[in-house]
C-alpha cells in the first residue's frame, strides 16, 4: 500500500462520506484448525476466543507473561474448528512464532500461515455497505459488526468480515492472491477512494484506535493502554493474565490518553508531554485530523493528567503546543 | 513547465525578484513530494536571514520539511493566509502559496540560483 493515491485528506473524507478501499494484503492471515485451535487461541489472546459462536470475530490481544503486548489481533471463528486470525504485518512472524511454540502444549492444533497465497482488501466508508452487497454474494450487509462468514464473489470463495480500522461501517475481503488484482478493479470500477497507509493513519488515529508499534507494544500493558475491555478480567487463564490483574488491582502508573490541540504544528510520535510545568510522558502518535481541522494525538501521561480536559504542553521542535486530554473517540460517525 | 520568470534554489524554494525585493516559496516539486500541507511556520516581520538558512518549516500530514530562504535579507511580509488556509502551498505554490516578502540584503544573489531550466534538469537527474 502506497502512502497516498490522490492525497492523504482526499482519501480520508473519501472514506467519511462516501467509500474507500485499502490493500490491506501485508497483514498477517493465520489460520487455526483441529480440537485444539480455541484452547490454544484462548489461552494466548485477551479476549474470550473459546465463547465466540461461528461467524463471530474479536478484537484482543497477544501478551507475554510481563502482560506487555506482542501484538493486537482480530480472531474470526469460521467454523467450530476453524479460526482466522488477523494480525499486524510487522508482527506475523513473532506471532507465529509465538503460536508455534505453545501449540506444543495443544497437540490437536493446526496453525498455518495463509498470508502469502490471500489478499485482503479493506472496504470502508458509509457507502460501502451497498456496494459490497452488489458485488459479493449473499446480502454482507447483513453481517453485524464483528462478525463473518465464507460466502462467493464472482465465483471465487472469500471470507468477508464486517470489520475495519477507519470507524466506518465496512467489509475485509479475503480472496486468492490471483485474483487480488481483479477483486480491486471491480471495486475501483463501483467507484471506491482507493486510500494509502497515510489515509489509514488519518482515520483509525480519529477513531480511537491505537497502533501496535508506536500507541501499544511490548512494554506496554492492556490497562495502561486504556483496553480492559478487550481482557477476559474474570474469565480463563491467558498468558500475562497475573501482571494485567496486577495493574488493574493497583490502578497503572500511566495512562494512554487521547488529547486535541489547535491548528499548528502536528503532535507527533516521541514529542515530550509536560502537565503543570514537568514533563510527565510523551506522545505517542499525532496527526493533523482531517475531519475535524484540527490536531489529535495520543500519549502516555501519569494519572493525574489523564482526566478529560487536563491541559498538556507538548513540545514540538521548541516550539509548545497547548492541548486538552479528549476522550476517544475524536471522531464519531454520525447515526442515521 | 516551471515557471521562467522565477530562480529556484536546490532545496525547492523559488524566488520572484522585483527590484530589492524578493517574494518566496517552494516549487510545485516541493508541494507533491510534502503531500496535503496543513501549517506553515513563517519568521516574525523583521526577522533577518542569511543566505540558504532556514527560515520556516512547511508541514504536511506525513512529514515536516525546513525550508531554505535562497536570497538573503530582511522578511517584511509573510502571507497571512497560510495560517487559516495552508493548502494554498498545494493548490497555487508560485501564486497564494507564497511564503514571505524579503528586502534583498544583496539583490545579485539571485542571479546565482538556478534558472527554470537548470531547476527542471536538476529533478530529472535524481528522479
Redesign the interface.
Known sequence: MPIQYEGIIAEHKAVRSAWGIFDVSHMGRIYLSGPGASPLLDYLITADIAGLTQGRARYGMICVESGGILDDVVTLRLHEDLFLLVCNAANRKAVLDWLHRHASAFPAADVVDRTVETVMVAAQGPQAREKVDSLVQGRPSLLKRYTGAETEWDGEDVVITRTGYTGEDGFEIIARSEVGSALWEQLMDLGAAPCGLGARDTLRLEAGFPLHGQDIDITTNPIEAGLARFVKLEGADFIGRAAVLETQRNGPARRLVGFKAGRGPAPRHGFPISFRGATVGSVTSGSFSPSLELNIGMGYVPPEAAGPGARLQISARGKLIEAEVTPAPFYRRPQA | MYPTDLRYYKEHEWVRVEGNLAVVGISDFAQQEL??V??V?LPKVGSRFAQFTKFG?V?S??T?SDVFLPVAGEIIAVNEKL??SP?LV?RDPYGEGWMVRVRLASPSQASQLMTAGEYERMLSEAH
Do not use: I, P, R
Request: charged content about 45%; hydrophobic content about 35%; cysteine-free.
Open positions: 503531500g496535503d496543513v501549517y511556520d518549516e508541514e500530514v506525513k515536516v495560517a487559516a493548502e498545494n
